[in-house]
Each structure stands twice: as structure tokens, then as C-alpha cells.
């Protein structure tokens, strides 16, 4: 495809279930990241990955917070046992070395 | 500590006006600075970036540096309705590493 693109777009969890979102970048981008952004936020850091190399994950709030990129081109984000601290729209956006990201439209998790 | 700082607004500007948005950064050894709109509900996309300080001009908008100062800013002239949106500062220390953003200002141009 043409962008970035995530799934699911929206998920509704009960609390202390686990998910895993799917993102899927722009063809050829080497780096991908992923965000999180708070209701009237700006969007906060949560990992990087050069190709399959997880070079930066410091922004992960806790250990129930796993990435991986096995293949160097989709990623999945997935939280253990979600907690309603963790409802928030979870961002990929993909950069092809140039400093610049191209974000998907997100994946907005709500937990009850 | 907030490592980029933006005022959160709103920021109210009548149509046709200059609309003048405001970052300041923690980091002196930043390199890189964005700014992206977000309107709401959907996902930021890139307005414009800048490494050299001065100004850069793109069309109806400005991005001007000043890392002495640590300051960056966008300026949009002739603003529009469909120019209200939240704009994020975003600032990167390392070519193509991770971008640290601003809450972001919240811009509204009336009509």
C-alpha cells in the first residue's frame, strides 16, 4: 500500500486481557516507530526499530509493553494484561531515513 | 521535564490573518525539527521540517530556527478555516532517530 497501515483501528479490551496491534509501513522504509498519544497529548515515544533491530525501546511504560519486527517490515505492538491507564491511540509511523515520519491512523484501544 | 514545549492554546486568528505557533526545546544538541498537523481524530502529518537556522519557506507557510535560543516556529499566513487543526512540535537529537513532540497548540481561524 500507499502509507502506513494499522490494525485494528479501534479494540476494546476488559481489563487484564492482552492485545496485540499490527502495523504495517510504507514499503522500503527501514525505521519504524511506535507512539502513544493521550486524549489532548502529544504523542509519546515507545520504541524504534532499524529493520528487525529493536534499537531504542526506553519509552515502553512497563514490561507488559512487548514489540518485535521479525522480518524488518511489520511490527506488532502487544500489552499483557491491559490496565485503563492504557487506553490511548497507539501510532506506527514508518521513516525512510530522511528524519521525517509518515504516521498510519492509529489504533485506538479502549480498556474497561 | 517536558523536553519541548509549546503553548497549549487555543489559539484563535480570523480568517485571512497570520497565525504565529511557538516551540522552545530543552536539548541544545537537537538537529532536527518538524512540525505536523493534526486534526482531530486522525493522525499527524507533516507540514514542514527544518535543520538550518533562519527561515524556510513553503507556500503559505514559514518555519523559522533560532537554535541559540532553542526556539522554533511556524507561521501560516493568509489562515484558512480548514487550517484549524492541532500543530505538533516534534525535535530530534539524532538524524533519523526518534522524535520527541510538543502537546501541541491548538489553532482555530474563523471565518
Known amino acids: 500500500g500507499a502509507g502506513v497501515s494499522q490494525s485494528p483501528r479501534y479494540k476494546v479490551a476488559k481489563r487484564g486481557q492482552d492485545v496485540a496491534l499490527r502495523c504495517d509501513p510504507i514499503?522500503?522504509?527501514?525505521?519504524l516507530f511506535w507512539y502513544q498519544q493521550a486524549l489532548g497529548q502529544g504523542p509519546e515515544f515507545l520504541t524504534y526499530?532499524?529493520?528487525?533491530?529493536?534499537?531504542?525501546k526506553s519509552g515502553l511504560p512497563s514490561d507488559r509493553f512487548f514489540a518485535e519486527r521479525p522480518e524488518g517490515s511489520v511490527s506488532t505492538l502487544k500489552i499483557q494484561r491491559t490496565q485503563q491507564e492504557d487506553s490511548a491511540v497507539y501510532l506506527c509511523?514508518?521513516?525512510?531515513?530522511?528524519?521525517?515520519?509518515?504516521f498510519g491512523e492509529g489504533s485506538r484501544l479502549t480498556v474497561l | 521535564q517536558k523536553e519541548v514545549e509549546q503553548n497549549s492554546g487555543p489559539l484563535s486568528v480570523p480568517e485571512g490573518a497570520i497565525a504565529s505557533l511557538n516551540c522552545t526545546y530543552s536539548d541544545r544538541g537537537s538537529q532536527s525539527f518538524f512540525w505536523y498537523r493534526q486534526y482531530s481524530g486522525k493522525s499527524p502529518e507533516l507540514i514542514m521540517f527544518i535543520y538550518s537556522n533562519g527561515d524556510k519557506e513553503d507556500g503559505r507557510f514559514t518555519a523559522q530556527l533560532n537554535k541559540a535560543s532553542q526556539y522554533v516556529s511556524l507561521l501560516i499566513r493568509d489562515s484558512q478555516p480548514s487550517d484549524s487543526a492541532t500543530y505538533l512540535c516534534a525535535v530530534s537529537f539524532v538524524y533519523g532517530n526518534k522524535l520527541v513532540f510538543g502537546a501541541g497548540t491548538i489553532l482555530r481561524v474563523k471565518s
Open positions: 526499530f532499524q529493520n528487525e533491530a529493536q534499537l531504542d
Open positions: 509511523a514508518s521513516c525512510p531515513n530522511t528524519g521525517e515520519l509518515f
Open positions: 514499503s522500503g522504509h527501514v525505521s
